[in-house]
């Protein structure tokens, strides 16, 4: 630990591929003011990993934002720069989009949730990522049993690759080669989970240029069970001609589903705007009150709890919230 102020800490934290630093926003009691009522109690926490290159502010410092306004409602944030980037050691990949498709950053940011779980006596993590940085935090997910919950801004389960004459891209073999070796081996490690990824690598279904090893791994999380919150710009829904990734997804997961997809209006990609940035903090907050509820410091009592009604993506909110919103 470097530095130390009322509300933030810069941390320095040892991984698997070697040593990252970001910064702790710290949680304190939801309506109370004064910053003396920090707490630091047994709850969940919020991880939030970059995209791509940008540092762990992310666009326009809505990483600090959103990570800000998280600590006041009672949760411990972390935004954590990966080895290579920002003030963590270590060099950049040679090729960051291939190395984060194949779930290259999934054994130091699984490190990364093990050590903050472990240091802040946290009951788990949730962890939020925009466009690449959600692809990282699936592999994250699945590397780590301390991951409890996803929220995943403008998600892509497609790669940007050459398409063989066999119809299956030449990277989607080196990836399920790597996964299954690697920290992911787990996920697919019996031979019952090892046929169903190879069955999702043959079937007709998905498009040739699928990210298989990723869609795997979000199916595989979703049947368990995992809270999963999906927020997507207004640009990236379906269009003709588009496979719609996130509809053959919640079709292939079974009846414990707890995904969440809803749309932010008025936004972009970033989410960095006024708009953007105030929606995502509103739908994600009233997700992590309604999925990992905090007691009240008043009444002792807990807030709503996370539901799923038929497989979709309705659950309860707080009872100060409509149920029903939108971005």
């Given at each position: 630990?470097?530095?130390?102020t009322e509300?933030?800490?810069l ?9 990252v630093r ?10 109370r003011?004064?910053q ?17 290159s940008?540092?762990?502010?992310a ?12 600590a ?22 040679a090729?960051?989009?291939?190395f ?12 990364v ?35 409890k ?6 998600p892509?389960?497609h ?5 063989r004459s ?6 989607t ?6 996964i ?14 090892r ?5 999702m690598?043959?079937?007709p ?11 795997a ?16 710009a ?17 079709g292939a ?8 997809i809803?749309?932010v209006?008025?936004t ?20 992590l ?15 709503s ?5 038929d ?11 409509p149920?029903?919103?939108?971005g």
């Amino acid at each position: 630990m470097i530095k130390v102020t009322e509300t933030r800490e810069l941390i320095v934290l040892s991984t698997n591929d070697g040593t990252v630093r970001g910064t702790y926003h710290k949680a304190y009691e939801r309506n109370r003011a004064s910053q003396t009522n920090l707490i630091e109690r047994n709850r969940v926490g919020v991880l939030f990993l970059n995209s791509l290159s940008p540092t762990r502010a992310a666009t326009g410092d809505s990483a600090v934002f959103w990570a800000d306004s998280f600590a006041k409602q009672g949760y411990p944030s972390f935004r954590v720069d990966p080895p290579g980037f920002g003030d963590s050691n270590g060099d950049p990949p040679a090729e960051l989009l291939g190395f984060v498709n194949s779930g290259g950053y999934a054994s130091s940011s699984s490190s990364v949730v093990n050590e903050l779980t472990r240091r802040f006596n946290l009951s788990g993590v949730v962890i939020v990522g925009l466009c690449a940085g959600a692809v990282s935090a699936v592999y994250t997910a699945a590397a780590s049993r301390e991951s409890k919950g996803l929220v995943l801004l403008d998600p892509y389960f497609h790669l940007p690759m050459g398409i063989r004459s066999a119809g299956r891209p030449v990277i989607t073999r080196r990836l399920t080669n790597r996964i299954s070796n690697g920290v992911l081996g787990h996920l697919i490690g019996s031979i019952g989970e090892r046929m169903k990824a190879f069955r999702m690598l043959s079937g007709p279904t998905l498009p040739a240029n699928t990210n298989f090893p990723l869609v795997a791994s979000f199916r595989d999380l979703a049947s368990r069970g995992l809270p999963i919150l999906v927020l997507n710009a207004p640009h990236t829904q379906r269009r003709t001609g588009q496979f719609d990734y996130l509809t053959y997804l919640q079709g292939a997961v079974g009846s414990k589903s707890q995904v969440v997809i809803q749309t932010v209006d008025g936004t972009g990609h970033s989410f960095s705007n006024p708009k953007g940035r105030a929606t995502v903090r509103q739908n994600t907050q009233a997700w992590l009150n309604a999925c990992f509820p905090l007691k009240d410091s008043n009444t002792d009592t807990e807030m709503s709890q996370c539901q799923v009604r038929d497989a979709t993506s309705t659950y309860a909110l707080p009872p100060q919230l409509p149920l029903h919103f939108k971005g």
